[in-house]
């Protein structure tokens, strides 16, 4: 038999081998070659020898060999104890270790930021911080359009969080990268509602719009930026793109003469302006070619200069013209009551102002020569019917205004050359011992006939039958309206409650009086001298207020209407009780009346 831990050939029936201590043994039902292999001699199993026990304690020591292998038998020898497999119990742990690795695993996916990346990648539903994150990843590799839509969805999940501004900048830049600046700058100007103070969205716009050439947009998105940044750079750079703003030769503020302005481009563009506050620049103005007059007024003056596509910044300058305000007229002659009639004088006496303005304009004598001649153009207009004086009242010549008698109103007002009028004078005298005639009033009739009371059948039975009778609309009165036409003119009647009543009549026969018995072939003077008149002369168009009752509102008046140059018209007329007006009036020709008629109207 063999060793078989060093091979040496050991004595028969020798278990322990004498050269390296080691326990053999031989193998049950081995035969043949394999067995004579161990040492065998016998192919038949060997019954095995029983050894001694060994006892430490008891040693032969005239068996040396027996000692030595029972030392060795007490090295190696080992107790071998059979274990039974409770395979249920490892079945039950087997599951449990499965189970506790697949919560592990779904919490490590759910929580932690690594395995929401890993079911992002998956394309499973992650947070948005691991899709801004896979985002980039695709991002990097060239996924641009992929990309796009992880940001997309990461910004829907969660719009507002602290570090949006970056994550929106990965956004546009992926848009970029993809050639989709139009949602770049989408992008870009949602950055900008993020963080207003930021300026890299703001740079971002302005290189997209210098690319596109979109020079007018861009001048106006660098106000924005300058404005919410503060950087001056977009200042600056807006400044050098655009044209000069225009200016003029003439400062802002207050003025007491008249002047023309000039207004200037730096770089000689194209100068567009508006005087007003109304209007947009350059489309509503007007291309600036010569100087601009401002008369006296409040005058916002606004201009752009044009280069092309690009428009300066908009200059608005506001000047205020004052020109000198005259004095009122000053009267010779003081207010009250005189027995017989007075003559008043008028002059003028220059006011601070006009001195001011002079002093003003010292240093410049053309200007200054100009104005003193403006305030010497001095006319002076006056009213003795009441009324407010207007450039169309009588002229005061110099020679004395001859008051009429009665209760008079003297009123005056002064106009410079400039065309500035001066406050009113008003004056109130009272003029005795002189005759003076009643307003028309609601005493005054016409050929016997009173209006609105006189009836049809009445007026048929003291002038006839008329030669037609047609009904008739008339706006002037309420009611159905009646027109009878005789020879000598025509009446008119309006139905009432009580029927119709004469409103209007219009003559031309000589036998029908009129009131004060004013009649047809009286000159003018005939006519005036049978009412007031306050003597007032024609004014700048040819007509003469023969009086104004200002107790009435002016309601109750008498004018005389020159039409041309041989036709004339005289109107007396007062309001009654209903509120209509009754006028009668007289029709001239070459001074002499040649038709009479009176009316009511109720308007």
């Not at 509503?284 to 916002?300: M, Q, R, S």
């Not at 010292?362 to 403006?374: F, I, L, T």
Request: proline share 4%; charged share 25%; with cysteine.
């Amino acid at each position: 038999m063999v060793c078989k831990q060093c091979g040496h050939l050991l004595k028969d029936g020798m278990l322990v081998c004498e050269n390296c201590g080691t326990e053999n043994s031989i193998p049950r039902n081995v035969a043949g070659v394999q067995g004579r292999r161990q040492g065998r001699h016998s192919p038949q199993p060997q019954p095995e020898r029983e050894l001694p026990l060994y006892d430490p304690a008891v040693r032969n020591i005239d068996e040396p060999a027996v000692n030595e292998r029972h030392a060795s038998q007490e090295m190696h020898t080992h107790r071998v104890k059979k274990v039974m497999i409770n395979w249920v119990a490892v079945a039950i742990a087997m599951v449990a270790l499965v189970f506790v690795a697949l919560i592990g695993g779904y919490v490590f996916l759910q929580v932690t930021d690594a395995g929401q990346l890993i079911l992002a990648r998956m394309g499973k539903e992650a947070n948005a911080t691991a899709m801004w994150a896979y985002g980039q990843e695709l991002l990097d590799q060239g996924y641009i359009d992929r990309s796009i839509e992880a940001f997309n969805q990461a910004y829907e999940q969660e719009p507002v969080r602290e570090d949006i501004y970056a994550h929106l900048q990965q956004l546009a830049d992926a848009y970029e990268a993809g050639g989709y600046t139009g949602k770049a700058e989408e992008t870009y100007r949602l950055m900008t509602t993020v963080d207003k103070k930021k300026t890299s969205a703001y740079r971002s716009i302005v290189r997209i719009m210098e690319d596109q050439d979109r020079k007018m947009e861009l001048a106006t998105f660098l106000t924005e930026a300058y404005e919410s940044t503060g950087d001056s750079s977009f200042r600056r750079q807006r400044e050098e793109m655009l044209p000069s703003t225009p200016t003029t030769d003439l400062e802002a503020g207050t003025r007491m003469y008249e002047r023309d302005v000039a207004i200037l481009s730096a770089e000689d563009y194209d100068i567009y302006y508006i005087l007003g506050e109304e209007g947009i620049l350059p489309e509503d103005g007007t291309l600036y070619e010569t100087p601009i007059h401002l008369a006296e007024g409040v005058h916002v003056l606004r201009a752009v200069a044009v280069s092309n596509d690009l428009i300066s910044d908009e200059m608005l300058l506001k000047y205020n013209i004052t020109l000198p305000v005259p004095s009122a007229p000053y009267p010779s002659l003081a207010p009250g009551t005189y027995e017989q009639r007075q003559r008043v004088r008028l002059k003028y006496l220059k006011t601070e102002d006009e001195e001011l303005q002079l002093d003003y304009l010292s240093n410049d004598p053309v200007a200054r020569a100009e104005a003193e001649q403006k305030q010497n153009d001095i006319t002076m207009y006056y009213t003795l019917d009441g009324q407010t004086p207007t450039s169309n009242s009588p002229i005061y010549e110099g020679d004395g205004i001859l008051l009429p008698g009665g209760y008079v109103i003297l009123k005056a007002v002064s106009v410079n050359g400039y065309g500035k009028v001066s406050n009113v004078l008003e004056r109130k005298f009272k003029i005795n011992n002189v005759a003076f005639k009643k307003f028309f009033n609601n005493t005054d009739e016409m050929a016997d006939v009173t209006i609105m009371k006189t009836t049809r059948d009445q007026f048929i039975k003291k002038f006839g039958q008329p030669n037609e009778e047609t009904e008739t609309e008339d706006a002037t009165v309420r009611g159905v309206t009646l027109k009878m036409t005789y020879n000598w003119g025509e009446v008119k009647f309006v139905m009432i409650s009580s029927g119709y009543v004469l409103y209007s009549l219009d003559t031309g026969n000589s036998a029908m009086v009129g009131p004060r018995k004013t009649r047809i072939g009286q000159k003018e003077e005939e006519i005036t001298s049978q009412f007031r008149d306050m003597g007032q002369p024609h004014d700048q168009n040819g007509d003469r207020s023969l009086y104004w009752n200002d107790q009435n509102n002016g309601n109750d008046k008498g004018k005389l209407f020159h039409l041309d140059d041989t036709h004339d018209r005289i109107d007396y007329s007062y309001v009654r009780e209903d509120g209509g007006t009754v006028t009668m009036s007289y029709y001239l020709e070459n001074g002499v009346v040649q038709r009479m008629s009176i009316r009511y109207r109720l308007l």
